[in-house]
């Protein structure tokens, strides 16, 4: 376990279902990410979180909703997606705010399948 | 704003071989630096980092970095490697007080071949 987990590990869902991916971590951080990486592409920063306000959203679909209940624990809610969104879906965290930045801590990602 | 390059997307060599995974950052201000390593279905692991002080980062499993702030650069180097060390491997930059924001190079495929 890396400090961050997320869950499921696996998920194969279909065009119309709403599912929902959670992470949590226990690290005592106050920001946390949502990153999306698709196969031959560069990492894609979707969402950031700072003491629990949504601080960046880097123009993602509105099928994609992020929340962010406490600085624990994250969720992305998916609705309606498109084959083209499956991919890995890593969370993050780090200190936040303007503390000195020692990088992120990831989690093992959420593998989506869009069918 | 800060970026990073990777110079190469695949680096493919034998086992036991040196290798050398080139980053280059852009950046008007001090830096942070940091490399990451991905291995198949998994999130991304902290190789080593630089934040100040000595120029030379060293990881557990033998993996060196050395901050070059006339070439900003950050290169990854392992003098051999295993074939465990197959890993897709990304550099990352982050201006302190930041935010916590960092920004990621494309990454480099590190493929140790037998």
């Known amino acids: 376990e890396t400090g961050v987990t997320q869950t499921p590990r696996h998920l194969v869902m279909g065009m119309t279902n709403k599912k929902s991916l959670k992470c949590e971590q226990h690290?005592?951080?106050?920001?946390m990410y949502w990153y999306k990486q698709s196969a031959k592409k560069p990492l894609e920063l979707m969402f950031v979180?700072?003491?629990?306000?949504?601080?960046e959203n880097n123009s993602v679909p509105s099928r994609f909703s992020p929340e962010c209940p406490n600085s624990s624990h994250l969720f992305l809610h998916l609705h309606t997606l498109q084959p083209e969104d499956s991919a890995l879906y890593l969370c993050?965290?780090?200190?936040?705010?303007?503390?000195?930045?020692?990088?992120?801590?990831f989690g093992s990602g959420t593998r989506l399948t869009v069918v | 704003a800060q970026s990073v390059t990777q110079l190469d997307s695949q680096v493919p060599v034998f086992e036991e071989a040196p290798v050398e995974l080139r980053c280059n950052y852009s950046s008007s201000v001090s830096v942070y630096l940091f490399w990451y390593v991905q291995y198949p279905n998994q999130g991304l692991q902290l190789l080593l980092k630089y934040l100040s002080g000595s120029t030379l980062v060293k990881s557990i499993n033998g993996f060196e970095a050395e901050f070059n702030k006339s070439q900003t650069s950050f290169h990854l180097r392992k003098p051999s490697v295993h074939i465990s060390d197959t890993a897709e491997y990304f550099c990352a930059v982050s201006l302190p007080y930041s935010g916590s924001r960092l920004t990621f190079g494309e990454g480099t495929q590190l493929t140790v071949n037998p």
């Open positions: 993050a965290s780090s200190q936040g705010g303007e503390e000195l930045d020692y990088g992120y801590t």
């Open positions: 690290l005592g951080h106050n920001a």
């Open positions: 979180y700072n003491f629990k306000e949504q601080t």
